[in-house]
């Protein structure tokens, strides 16, 4: 997840939303708090693709479409590239993607009922041993539990 920089950062999450700001970072969770917008979204990580096309495939009228493709243009979610009378929008980057697929991760989860290691008690184990941890049937763990 580095920006050029080390991709380890020290900062703990809390540091780096102050550094950012919590606005901001809300601003772009709350642009994935409606169903045509992640429609949208799930769209583009399919690829590029045409205003009218896109309104269609995610089945919304063009005026509609637009308003919502504004609004993620605005908060760098994605991309709009003139080509002739269209507009080719994209995903702004992989960090967008990213964003989408974890979303889905997390609520397939929960709808799964599987947890995975907290993050801080990952960091801490992968530290001591740096193996992949192996269950009682001799199998690797995937990490996920039940709830």
Do not use: F, K
Request: with cysteine; net charge neutral; glycine share 8%.
């Amino acid at each position: 997840m580095g920006h050029g920089a080390d991709a380890r950062t020290t900062a703990t999450a809390r540091e780096r939303l102050e550094t950012v700001g919590a606005a901001d970072v809300a601003a772009t969770l709350q642009a994935l708090a409606t169903p045509s917008r992640l429609r949208i979204l799930a769209r583009l990580h399919e690829g590029p693709c045409a205003a009218t096309d896109l309104a269609e495939a995610v089945d919304m009228e063009q005026s509609a479409c637009s308003h919502q493709l504004r609004l993620l243009r605005n908060l760098g979610l994605v991309t709009g590239e003139r080509r002739g009378r269209s507009v080719i929008y994209a995903l702004h980057d992989n960090h967008v993607a990213e964003l989408l697929e974890q979303a889905l991760h997390h609520v397939e989860h929960l709808r799964l009922g599987l947890r995975d290691t907290p993050a801080t008690a990952g960091r801490a184990r992968s530290a001591t041993d740096g193996r992949q941890s192996i269950s009682a049937a001799g199998t690797a763990s995937s990490g996920h539990r039940p709830a």
